[in-house]
């Protein structure tokens, strides 16, 4: 499950530790340990903290009920990533007002960082260099691609089970799995607040229920006093930066020329953009998303370039998995919360119109 990323530089494409590492900037808002919350807590919870049996949700009403949450409550908080032995960590500002959303957060580990959303609207300053991005994304919220396949597949590749309580940042959450049914997608567990449905921790899940990443709030205040107006202040307030707007076409796969030879079972495209190179140089890269509810799979395709794409390879972090190859006389790179076999299978299939 993926928060929407700031779309990373098509000259990543070439390294796809780049790739990652840029595609992460956003969504790995990171760090500080999770040994206390993990100590004891990784084991189902059963006894007379199970859910009784009349609780018991679909996974389409447990995702509705999480996604509701991210979409209508205000609450700051310090959110931690853990993805290997690599850890970081962010402080978040979250506010609604029925009709609009804003949030902010700070990087409180590496470069410093700081992005401000108001509902599509997106902007990111790097404090170091001078330097704030412009974008506009589809969706907001821990998981902004939840039911929004064409005819709600999502239960046909997924199930939930009902695990138990634990408190997470002092807030008593219900823990449920969201369990894949095939080998080509994630499993999650997560902990969601009883009372709003808000997700305060979310562990991905691999081979054999391994935890290839986690994602937790180490505190969290709901229902907090954040200022709209405020960060809407914030997010104005580009003196002294120099403000990037990259230049989006929507497009179609289709209409730049390229098809799947055949589908991967449960992903249904979401959208496609092309982006002009720097330099003025007339070429332009692609990018072609992917969801199938809960996990997004992108393709970066741009021309090939001998001097940067050297040899085809592939890469991992945390959950985010990359593979590329050359298709032609384009270099493609799959980026995707998936297990690499699933990115192969795309990667695969990908094939030249024209």
Not at 14 to 25: A, K, V
Not at 229 to 254: C, F, I, N, Q, S
Request: include cysteine; proline fraction near 5%; aromatic fraction near 6%.
């Amino acid at each position: 499950m993926t928060l929407v990323p700031l779309s990373p530089s098509p000259s990543a494409a070439s390294n796809p530790r780049s790739r990652l590492r840029g595609r992460h900037g956003v969504r790995h808002w990171s760090a500080a340990a999770l040994v206390a919350l993990a100590s004891g807590l990784m084991a189902p919870v059963y006894g007379q903290n199970a859910l009784p049996s009349s609780t018991t949700r679909s996974v389409n009403e447990w995702l509705t009920r999480m996604h509701e949450a991210s979409n209508q409550r205000s609450y700051i908080g310090t959110l931690v990533v853990s993805a290997g032995s690599a850890m970081s960590a962010s402080k978040i500002w979250h506010v609604c007002d029925g009709s609009q959303q804003m949030e902010r957060v700070d990087t409180l580990t590496g470069a410093p960082r700081t992005t401000i959303r108001r509902n599509k609207e997106v902007i990111t300053f790097v404090p170091e260099a001078k330097t704030a991005f412009v974008e506009k994304r589809d969706s907001l919220g821990m998981f902004p691609e939840l039911l929004r396949t064409p005819s709600n597949l999502i239960p046909q590749f997924y199930s939930a089970r009902e695990v138990g309580v634990q408190r997470v940042a002092g807030h008593l959450s219900d823990m449920v799995e969201i369990l894949p049914k095939d080998e080509l997608r994630f499993g999650y567990r997560i902990w969601s607040e009883r009372q709003t449905g808000l997700v305060v921790k979310l562990q991905t899940l691999g081979e054999q229920g391994a935890v290839v990443e986690q994602v937790a709030f180490s505190e969290l205040q709901l229902d907090a006093p954040v200022s709209m107006d405020k960060l809407h202040k914030l997010m104005k307030d580009t003196r002294g930066y120099e403000v990037y707007k990259p230049t989006l076409k929507k497009t179609t796969a289709e209409a730049e020329g390229w098809r799947l030879k055949e589908p991967v079972p449960g992903f249904a495209a979401m959208s496609c953009h092309t982006r002009e190179a720097s330099g003025g140089t007339g070429q332009t890269s692609m990018q072609w998303v992917f969801s199938d509810g809960l996990a997004s799979v992108s393709l970066f395709v741009e021309p090939f370039d001998a001097q940067r794409h050297v040899q085809e390879s592939s890469a991992a972090l945390g959950a985010t998995n990359s593979v590329n190859r050359r298709v032609g006389e384009h270099w493609l790179t799959v980026v995707g919360e998936v297990p690499a076999a699933t990115l192969r299978r795309f990667a695969m299939a990908l094939e030249r119109t024209r």
